[in-house]
């Protein structure tokens, strides 16, 4: 009897420790409800923000004004929500029909999108520029919401030229240099059910880096896309902790399928 009671209580804590061992797993020290956190408060900022034309810039912090026409590829999101809330992200440009954006300005935990309207051509969110709504939205099909891994989607739209026509004045877009660092760095902070193969991350030293909002938006190096901006930690964007991305190369095959 002694023995099958110390079996039972061997065989309870090997549960207690396989539970503890999946909770760490996905216990990880990113914003998961995105839209409701960050997304549909950030939108909020900027339209008050710009229509107050005093607008700062502070979706990426330590970075500086870019100019208008600076990067053509570049375009921001006005989402709007299932509910009807308003949230914002960003997209890069991939053709005159397509862009790419994080999985998560989609769907994030906590909520899903309706549509998406991508404004092209204009370094404000709310005005200016080239406008196309669409809800022709496409997620990976291994995008996790929980832990952000293959964080990728397309969007289609009506055609669009390539143009940078839109407003010359008030340059409120910015940019910043990062460096490009190793995921075993990364994953020392966010685990390896985030950090995976296909995932990319930049060190944020010197309050520089990626900030709430820019989801979805352009890592570049050579004038080449290589990664698309997916999460930040959860405690704030200036901590000086890394940011990450999804790595283009990685989904490059089903980005090609997606054209």
Same mark, same amino acid.
């Given at each position: 009897?002694?023995?099958?009671?110390? &079996?039972?209580?061997?065989?309870?804590?090997?549960?207690?420790?396989?539970?503890?061992?999946?909770?760490?797993?996905?216990?990880?020290?990113?914003?998961?409800?995105?839209?409701? &956190?960050?997304?549909?408060?950030?939108?909020?900022?900027? &339209?008050?923000?710009?229509?107050?034309?005093?607008?700062?810039?502070?979706?990426?912090?330590?970075?500086?004004?870019?100019?208008?026409?600076?990067?053509?590829?570049?375009?921001?999101?006005?989402? @709007?929500?299932?509910?009807?809330?308003?949230?914002?992200?960003?997209? #890069?440009?991939?053709?005159?029909?397509?862009?790419?954006?994080?999985?998560?300005?989609?769907?994030?935990?906590?909520?899903?999108?309706?549509?998406? @309207?991508?404004?092209?051509?204009?370094?404000?969110?709310?005005?200016?520029?080239?406008?196309?709504?669409?809800?022709?939205?496409?997620?990976?099909?291994?995008?996790?919401?929980?832990?952000?891994?293959?964080?990728?989607?397309?969007?289609?739209?009506?055609?669009?030229?390539?143009?940078?026509?839109?407003?010359?004045?008030?340059?409120?877009?910015?940019?910043?240099?990062?460096?490009?660092? @190793?995921?075993?760095?990364?994953?020392?902070?966010?685990?390896? #059910?985030?950090?995976?193969?296909? @995932?990319?991350?930049?060190?944020?030293?010197?309050?520089?880096?990626?900030?709430?909002?820019?989801?979805?938006?352009?890592?570049?190096?050579?004038?080449?896309?290589?990664?698309?901006? #997916?999460?930040?930690?959860? #405690?704030?964007?200036?901590?000086?902790?890394?940011?990450?991305?999804?790595?283009?190369?990685?989904?490059?095959?089903?980005?090609?399928?997606?054209?």
């Amino acid at each position: 009897m002694h023995s099958v009671n110390m &079996k039972l209580l061997v065989a309870l804590a090997l549960v207690g420790l396989v539970r503890s061992a999946l909770a760490e797993e996905f216990v990880v020290p990113i914003e998961v409800d995105y839209h409701n &956190k960050i997304g549909i408060p950030e939108a909020a900022r900027i &339209k008050a923000a710009e229509e107050a034309l005093d607008f700062d810039g502070g979706r990426i912090v330590g970075g500086a004004a870019a100019g208008l026409g600076q990067y053509p590829y570049l375009g921001g999101l006005i989402i @709007t929500m299932t509910t009807g809330s308003t949230a914002v992200c960003g997209c #890069s440009l991939l053709s005159n029909t397509r862009a790419v954006t994080a999985a998560h300005c989609w769907r994030s935990t906590g909520s899903s999108a309706s549509s998406f @309207t991508v404004v092209l051509g204009s370094t404000l969110l709310f005005s200016g520029g080239t406008r196309v709504t669409t809800s022709d939205v496409t997620m990976h099909g291994s995008y996790n919401s929980w832990t952000l891994a293959n964080d990728v989607a397309i969007i289609r739209f009506d055609w669009v030229t390539y143009t940078a026509a839109g407003i010359s004045t008030n340059q409120y877009l910015s940019h910043v240099q990062v460096q490009v660092i @190793t995921n075993a760095v990364c994953q020392q902070t966010y685990g390896t #059910s985030t950090v995976q193969a296909s @995932t990319l991350c930049v060190a944020t030293t010197g309050g520089r880096g990626t900030c709430g909002g820019d989801s979805g938006g352009p890592l570049v190096a050579d004038n080449q896309l290589i990664g698309i901006t #997916s999460f930040g930690h959860i #405690s704030g964007c200036e901590r000086g902790v890394p940011a990450g991305f999804a790595r283009v190369t990685a989904f490059y095959d089903w980005l090609s399928s997606q054209l």
